[in-house]
């Protein structure tokens, strides 16, 4: 399998990366791809021999000046703006209608390009897109608008570095006196925001339930060693917050603690890979009172199992993505899922014809 990545104009891509922040947050997946498959040597530089087209278009790094968040308000027009470019340079896009073609969408509501579901679901996956290959962080067990794509699920970005200098002080093997880890936003009193509420109010209920329980460390607020309390920690807890999925999913694993995956219907990565049911748990979102109960008995039967479970390399490796790619990453996880979609190759379907 072979894979040509354009070369496209530095407004799409690299321009973007004067902000660090770029190459390093939770979204940045779609950096981490485009510099990884351009010293893979799945690489070729002859787009007449390419099973696929990678497009790198950057569209999480536009940050906000108010939160500091991602503000991706521009990217249907920035997508909308390279597959113009790429168009008009035929054949390989026009050939195939961009069946052969492989995009990222690494935020919260993937290939729908927008952070409130409602909004999302509304508008739905830009009718450009929708014949190409998505690789994105969002995904469900049940129909959605925003995986009426072509897909593959992949981890959100966590820094493979910042890892391995957090085991550096706290091993895989070292003292967990932490039951049970959360960090992050919890409203004590959910807004409605068009309708609906942050985490489905998911995070609400386990703060008024265990605010006050010594098992669980609870903190609202930001703490940027916090990957060092996750290396302290027996259970993570990974409710959903917007979307499904969350960054505390790969690194709970990359640390050595249990995920507690608080997500009705979420679509994890790389399932073939990763054995989530080995290394993990599930929790309905209704079911978050009788966490502690739950908790308390895995802990009691098979926590120490799951655990020497985490504590295979090869799981986490297929959760980070590394440059230059690694055997067994994040990336190659990708490749091995598109080579499942070969069907979709201009080039193969050419040579099945012949």
């Known amino acids: ?65 108010v939160n500091g ?90 820094s493979p570095e910042s890892v391995r200098a957090t085991l550096k002080k706290s091993p895989l093997t070292g003292r967990r006196d932490i039951f049970v880890f959360f960090r992050g936003k919890m409203e004590v009193h959910p807004k409605n925001v068009s309708g609906r509420f942050y985490s489905k109010r998911v995070r609400t209920a386990i703060l008024r339930k265990y605010g006050s329980d010594r098992r669980f460390y609870l903190r609202r607020h930001r ?42 219907s979420i679509r994890l990565p790389f399932p073939a890979a990763v054995p989530w049911a080995e290394i993990s748990l599930t929790v309905a979102e209704n079911d978050v009172d009788k966490l502690g109960d739950i908790l308390e008995h895995v802990a009691a039967t098979n926590l120490s199992t799951i655990q020497s479970n985490l504590r295979d390399p090869q799981v986490t490796k297929a959760l980070h993505f590394h440059n230059p790619m690694l055997e067994g990453d994040a990336t190659w996880q990708v490749l091995v899922a598109l080579s499942g979609k070969l069907d979709r190759s201009y080039k193969k379907s050419r040579v099945s014809i012949q």
């Open 1 to 65: 399998m072979k894979i040509y990545v354009y070369d496209l104009p530095s407004k799409y891509n690299s321009d973007w990366l004067t902000n660090e922040r770029c190459s390093s947050h939770l979204f940045a997946s779609e950096v981490a791809i485009h510099r990884a498959l351009l010293s893979s040597d799945v690489r070729t530089l002859e787009p007449w021999e390419a099973d696929f087209f990678f497009v790198p278009v950057y569209v999480s790094c536009n940050f906000s000046k």
């Open 69 to 158: 968040f991602p503000a991706i308000g521009h990217a249907r027009s920035l997508m909308a703006s390279a597959i113009q470019h790429i168009s008009s340079q035929p054949p390989f896009w026009n050939r195939s209608l961009g069946s052969d073609h492989v995009f990222v969408a690494s935020h919260d509501f993937g290939s729908c390009f927008h952070t409130m579901e409602d909004v999302a679901i509304a508008e739905g996956v830009p009718e450009f897109l929708k014949n190409s290959i998505v690789l994105q962080t969002f995904g469900v067990n049940h129909e959605h608008p925003c995986q009426n794509v072509e897909n593959v699920v992949i981890p959100p970005y966590i």
């Open 223 to 264: 703490f940027a060693g916090y990957q060092s309390e996750i290396a302290r920690s027996k259970f993570c807890l990974c409710p959903l917050g917007w979307a499904p999925w969350s960054p505390r999913l790969v690194e709970s694993v990359a640390l050595g603690c249990v995920p507690v995956i608080i997500a009705d």
